[in-house]
């Protein structure tokens, strides 16, 4: 892509994480990789179960790392997302029909088995074609590599024997971080067995390396049997560096949890003759209690969920957002993620350009000089529609919400602000959901309602269409000399009385929105 000049001199020095990231590949390598091959970035998938949103947020992340690289040199990219389906399936996932059956295929690489959809091939081939759509429907620049095709298909054969040559010394680095049950039957190569077809945790003999075989007991019998041609695959400690090794992959991020792995692997690729790909370590995601998310607690939040509150981007922003740092996941940060990304978006097109590549804006949209970053932006906040919704009854609808804004926005329709109009059916969700259920509005008390009293008779002659700064200044008075301790105290009375929370928007701009007439309702209903 053509980028600008001015705009790659300050990428070379911008603090933002992914031209950080960026520049590591750069320091790797300053002349471009040999025969002008491009830099391979990697993300891995395992199928045994669908994509989700730590799969998103891995693709995204690197995704924004290879266009920042792009940004700062010419060298060509490719990104692999890689499945690893030649691993056996060590348990049945609880959210697939046909248990049963799974349960007769346990150990057998994830392609060596029946889809329980009944839609495709294998179970592997029908979670890897659900990562292609998933990858597919956010417009991912990608190409899609099965573990089990390189296996079977011989592309691996060489550095599988590799492995085998150098069987003793992967051992001496294996060996020291198991216990010593593990220990006594590890194994870097896991032999696919030609009675059961379960991929076999078992001690081998190294035979022949270059010829690829070696021997290991499966039901009592020695075997003898070639590790080549998808006969084996490895342990995946091993196989992360075996791969990173016959794939040439210069960049590879992966999770604080994996740190151990990753020191391993990369002496392994060391012993392989190859590299350590280069990569961030990331935070893991916690839940509202701080806790580390697990799909067996269920404490997770999943993208479907996101998406059903929140829009894409505000999502894509979330996962921008400091990566080393431990962050919570839970439907609670949607709203705020939401209006955070508006508010990025609303100030790019006036920073200057090195503000401007520090703008989370700026990745999450991709685009060369900021060419897809929106110019407009919604003319409300989401914030404001949901206390708009949260007024309004867990039965409200959009026409409803439109009615609203005929007064705050008149030119916004549907076909002319679709964003918005994603907004307000989000909005609606959301209260319906979780918000509607936990509004209680109380009646005003003490100097509340004198101060609302006051409110009410400043807001009778006003207009219906005051501007919302001209309200919010009225409200700004009257919080001053009512005798508030502070002015917090008045606008959580506010929000307490007429919205029913402990927290929301700017009140000029909420009565704007709400009317005047219908919030002198609230009033008179919050004064009982």
């Known amino acids: ?27 790797r390598y300053p002349q471009g990789k040999a025969g ?18 730590g799969t998103f947020n891995e693709v995204l992340r690197t995704t924004m790392v290879r266009r920042a690289l792009e940004e700062l040199t010419d060298m060509p990219t490719r990104l692999v997302a890689f499945s690893d389906d030649m691993d056996g399936l060590r348990k049945v996932p609880d959210n697939v029909p046909n248990q049963a059956m799974l349960a007769e295929h346990l150990g057998k690489p994830l392609t060596r088995i029946p889809d329980p959809f009944g839609k495709f091939e294998s179970f592997a081939h029908h979670n890897n074609a659900m990562l292609r759509e998933f990858l597919d429907r956010f417009g991912f620049d990608y190409e899609f590599v099965s573990s089990t095709t390189m296996y079977e298909g011989g592309q691996f054969d060489e550095a599988l024997k590799g492995v085998l040559r150098n069987y003793q010394a992967i051992m001496d680095i ?10 006594a039957t590890y194994s870097p190569v896991l032999p696919v067995s030609p009675k059961s077809g379960i991929v076999l945790q078992v001690p081998i003999t190294v035979i022949d390396a270059e010829a690829g075989l070696v021997s290991f007991e499966d039901e009592g019998e020695t075997i003898t049997q070639s590790i080549l041609g998808g006969q084996a695959k490895l342990q995946w400690k091993v196989d992360w560096a075996m791969r990173w090794v016959a794939l040439g992959v210069d960049y590879e991020m992966y999770g604080k949890d ?34 580390k998310i697990s799909k067996s607690k269920g404490n997770g939040l999943s993208l479907e969920d996101w998406l059903s509150y929140g829009s894409e981007e505000s999502l894509a922003f979330y996962a921008y957002r400091e990566p080393k740092s431990a962050k919570q996941l839970h439907l609670g940060v949607i709203p705020r993620a939401v209006d955070e990304y508006f508010q990025f978006r609303t100030t790019y097109a006036g920073q200057e350009i ?6 989370p804006v700026h990745h999450i949209h991709n685009g060369p000089d900021g060419s897809k970053v929106p110019a407009e932006v919604p003319p409300v906040t989401f914030g404001l529609l949901l206390n708009l919704a949260g007024v309004m009854g867990p039965h409200a609808t959009a026409p409803q919400v439109w009615g609203y ?124």
């Open 258 to 291: 994996l740190t151990d792995s990753g020191v391993q692997s990369g002496k392994i690729a060391q012993v392989l003759g190859g590299r350590k790909p280069d990569g961030l370590i990331y935070e893991m995601f916690l839940d509202e209690k701080g806790e």
């Open 1 to 27: 892509m053509s980028v600008d000049p001015a705009l790659r001199t300050a990428a070379l020095v911008s603090k933002a994480w992914p031209y950080e990231e960026a520049r590591k590949v750069l320091k």
């Open 354 to 359: 090195e503000k401007k590549l520090g703008n």
């Open 36 to 53: 002008g091959a491009p830099i391979l970035f990697e993300t891995g998938y395992g199928p045994s179960g669908l994509p989700h949103i």
């Open 405 to 528: 804004l005929a007064n705050y926005a008149p030119d916004a329709t549907a076909a002319t602000h679709p964003e918005l109009a994603n907004l307000i059916n989000l909005a609606l969700a959301y209260n319906r959901d979780h918000v509607a259920p936990t509004l209680q509005r109380r009646t005003a008390e003490g100097i509340e309602i004198d101060a609302l009293k006051r409110l009410d008779a400043a807001l009778a002659p006003l207009a219906a269409d005051t501007p919302a700064e001209d309200i919010q200044n009225i409200v700004y008075e009257i919080g001053k000399t009512a005798g508030f301790e502070n002015l917090r105290d008045w606008f959580k009375a506010l929000y307490e009385t007429l919205l029913g929370s402990s927290a929301g928007p700017r009140m000029g701009s909420f009565i704007a929105l709400y009317g005047i007439t219908n919030s002198r309702k609230l009033i008179a209903e919050a004064l009982g």
């Open 174 to 183: 294996m060996l020291p971080t198991l216990r010593a049950e593990r220990a």
